[in-house]
């Protein structure tokens, strides 16, 4: 009888470690369902003769990329980029946004400035602000790049 015993305290011990190791792993997958996270990054390389574009007022140092870092669904992100004339002539500033990749990127992701139109005079530079917008319907896009284009016409 005591062996018997023995066996079922035993028994028992081993079911509450069993049960125990159950439930934290309910929990801890309960907790993983609640968790979401969304990435959405960008790089891309901004060119143009007689247009610099800079990450400084003094516009010293050159910018030859945005990390956008991560931006949720239906969230947005901005960029402070300082945009010089570096031409002779007087221009009209203009954004252009190329080359998605992945291609159906630009059906969810679309990015913005604030200087469209702008006109600069030969050695004039500018604040610009670059904003992303990130549809709150994007699907399967974890991250990205693209071609950020800032023209000079004039």
């Known amino acids: ?21 159950t439930a934290f792993a309910l929990a801890a997958l309960t ?16 060119t143009n003769p007689n247009i610099g574009v800079y990450s400084d007022s003094s516009c010293t140092t050159s910018m030859i990329s945005i990390n956008w870092g991560s931006v ?24 252009a946004v190329s080359n998605w990749s992945p291609a159906g990127a630009s059906t969810y992701i679309t990015i913005s400035w604030n200087k469209q139109g702008t006109q600069l005079s030969a050695g004039q530079s500018v604040a610009a602000t670059l904003t992303l917008t990130a549809s709150s319907s994007i699907t399967d896009i974890s991250s990205f790049s693209s ?8």
Request: glycine share 12%.
């Open 72 to 95: 949720a669904p239906g969230g947005t992100a901005t960029q402070t980029v300082y945009v010089k004339n570096t031409g002779t002539g007087a221009m009209s500033l203009s954004l």
């Open 1 to 21: 009888m005591v062996k018997y015993l023995m066996a079922i305290a035993k028994a028992s011990k081993l079911l509450i470690v069993v049960l125990t190791v």
């Open 147 to 154: 071609t950020i284009t800032i023209s000079g016409t004039g």
């Open 31 to 46: 907790l993983g369902a609640i968790t979401v996270t969304q990435n959405v990054s960008s790089s891309g390389v901004v």
